[in-house]
């Protein structure tokens, strides 16, 4: 028989078992429900059981997912020693005891009450004010049971009160017994407190709960240790960073998981090692250690275990969120022309340079693209979902340009912005630094950055600690760096940090073939509805020119024709007139010249062999620098 009483379960929903050792708790318990004087959204259900049968019970109603056991006497004794649930006892009163012994009718001598558990009061002092002499007779258990009420009758007692299993016993014995029930009062206040219970224990839950998933969501890794050095918690992030499971840790010793833990030492609060890195599995941790009190004594440890890769992340997530601008490596190798052979054999090394993470440096004229070309070793690389920082180191001066490069503290020096700054490499980490004109940086700055490449780490200004950094240095210079290098003015060991791979951007004089695509894009970066395209002569006139700021002084050109020409196509005559205003233009004559002096193939070869040194190259040809400069204008 099962009775309940409930509402629809809800969240947070909770349930209360009464386990009746006698009909009368039943009944009982149904009149009470029936009222239904309390507030509460749960389900109550009443099952009967006595000892072993009620103890059955009990372990159903868990399985079934009960929160607490309302019992009484020695049926709710036994549950509480079995299940791990609470056990609330309706508890017996000096009215259940009057009622008792009403039942019993005439009473002479001694009345003996027996119970399997003691009273909240004391039955002899209820008789005293009776009249009534009252024994108790307190039963462990069965097996001594027999022999205390033998015992009480060889005394002269041979009226008894007890509960449902005392008062078994006496009735198989022939004697006069009184049934102790519990009365609605009795049964409505065990309920009320298994209620109180049951809410105590939801909240409890919903804590535990909240505290699980914090701690299960974490990314950090939390592993606690109780006074004895067992393992209490354990979480998924701890498993993944130890590479252990919960399951087979739970309980045991921590220094038979992980001798080195420093979590023991916590415990004593003498030797805690609060904060440390450590090597576990191949991988960097920052481990703080942190006792856990109770009062004042020392109860536990706990540790949170934080990956410095992870932390790295997740610094870079807010470094690029904090820097958005300038970021992004917005050119791709497939943008860049390539109809020359030379252009043909730069990307081929931007693929190979890619696929590496070793430093590049990257030299040619300006004008000729060398960030574009940086920009698409980035993007072709294992990087290319990091940040892409650049920067000129010719275009601020010392001071600023360390500042932005290694960031500062708050405070460092006057005008500091409160609360400091990140410095380029932080907000690089995990992508690529760009640093462009690297010759222009001041030697005081060669050595901060030679630091940078050998301990992949940085100091801002003004701080004591190291800032580990995972960046990849590209630079590119339009200088000779070794007659910077003899010259006193770079040094030597940062040179040869940056010279692991080299990449040359030939001048556009010497790649001819590629400025018909080159004017193709320039016209599609910003068309005019008047201009469709651009006349074969004028692309052959425009392919003579010297090009002396290559790539970029084309496209100023074009972009002045463009807007100046009534349309459709540019014209070799517009051309003509345009670059007239800006200096000579070459001509076949200029050529003839240069092909009766020395040849033009021969300059170049020179000027290429010498790593575009004019003063060697004119040394090496016999001319003087301004001869030089005068064949290659024209």
Not at 51 to 75: H, N
Not at 555 to 569: D, Q, S
Request: glycine fraction near 6%; hydrophobic fraction near 40%; include cysteine.
């Amino acid at each position: 028989m099962v009775d309940s009483v409930g509402v629809e379960k809800e969240a947070g929903f909770m349930k209360i078992t009464i386990i009746a050792p006698m009909d009368n708790i039943m009944d009982t318990a149904n009149e009470v429900l029936a009222k239904q004087d309390f507030n509460w959204w749960g389900e109550i259900e009443i099952v009967p059981g006595l000892l072993e049968t009620g103890l059955e019970q009990a372990y159903q109603a868990v399985k079934r997912g009960t929160d607490v056991i309302i019992s009484r006497g020695a049926t709710a004794t036994l549950i509480a020693n079995h299940v791990d649930v609470p056990v609330v006892e309706i508890q017996v009163t000096a009215f259940d005891i009057l009622r008792a012994l009403k039942s019993v009718g005439h009473v002479s001598g001694t009345v003996g009450v027996v119970f399997m558990r003691r009273f909240l009061f004391e039955c002899e002092k209820l008789g005293d004010l009776i009249g009534i002499p009252i024994h108790e007779i307190f039963v462990e258990n069965e097996m001594i049971a027999e022999e205390m009420i033998e015992t009480a009758c060889r005394q002269g007692i041979n009226t008894f009160l007890g509960d449902a299993s005392s008062a078994r016993l006496l009735i198989e014995r022939g004697l006069k017994v009184g049934l102790i029930e519990s009365a609605v009062e009795s049964v409505n206040k065990a309920i009320i407190e298994a209620i109180k219970l049951a809410d105590v224990r939801r909240r409890e839950r919903e804590k535990a709960e909240l505290f699980r998933t914090i701690i299960d969501a974490t990314a950090d890794g939390i592993i606690a240790i109780d006074k004895n050095e067992q393992v209490t918690i354990l979480n998924p992030a701890i498993e993944r960073m130890y590479q252990i499971q919960s399951a087979e840790v739970i309980g045991r010793k921590i220094g038979d998981i992980i001798p080195d833990d420093g979590l023991r030492d916590c415990l004593t609060g003498d030797k805690c090692e609060q904060e440390s890195v450590r090597s576990i599995n191949n991988r960097v941790f920052a481990i703080k250690r942190i006792p856990i009190k109770l009062g004042e004594d020392i109860v536990g440890a706990i540790a949170n275990v934080q990956d410095v890769t992870q932390l790295q992340y997740f610094e870079q997530v807010v470094r690029q969120k904090l820097n958005k601008k300038g970021l992004v490596a917005r050119f791709h190798l497939e943008q860049i022309s390539a109809a020359s052979p030379q252009m043909k054999v730069v990307k081929e090394r931007v693929r190979q340079y890619a696929a590496n993470d070793a430093t590049v440096l990257i030299t040619g004229e300006s004008g000729t693209g060398k960030e574009r070309v940086a920009q698409s070793i980035h993007n072709l690389s294992q990087r290319k979902t990091g940040p892409f920082v650049a920067i000129n180191c010719a275009a601020l001066p010392e001071s600023l340009l360390e500042s932005e490069l290694f960031g500062y503290e708050e405070g460092a020096f006057t005008g500091a912005k409160k609360g400091g700054k990140s410095g380029l490499f932080e907000v690089a980490h995990g992508g690529t630094i760009f640093l462009d004109e690297i010759g222009e940086m001041p030697l005081s700055l060669q050595a901060r950055l030679l630091r940078v490449l050998q301990e992949k780490e940085v100091m801002r200004l003004g701080a004591e600690g190291l800032i580990p950094v995972n960046v990849r240095i590209l630079s590119a210079t339009n200088q000779d760096m070794m007659q910077l290098v003899d010259e006193k003015k770079f040094r030597v060991d940062l040179y040869y940090r940056l010279d692991v791979l080299r990449l040359h951007i030939p001048p556009l004089r010497e790649r001819v073939e590629d400025i018909p695509e080159l004017i193709q894009s320039f016209l599609e970066k910003s068309p005019r509805s008047n201009i469709v395209g651009i006349t074969d002569s004028a692309v052959k006139f425009l392919q003579k020119q010297f090009w002396r700021g290559n790539i970029r002084e084309l496209e100023n050109v074009i972009e002045r024709v463009k807007l100046l020409a009534a349309g459709p196509y540019i014209e070799e005559m517009m051309v003509r007139q345009e670059l007239a205003t800006c200096g000579p233009v070459a001509n076949d004559t200029a050529n003839t010249a240069v092909r009766d002096d020395v040849a033009r193939h021969e300059i170049e070869q020179v000027l290429f062999e010498e790593k575009y040194n004019y003063t060697r190259t004119a040394q090496r040809l016999g001319i003087s620098r301004t001869t030089l400069w005068r064949k290659l204008r024209q």
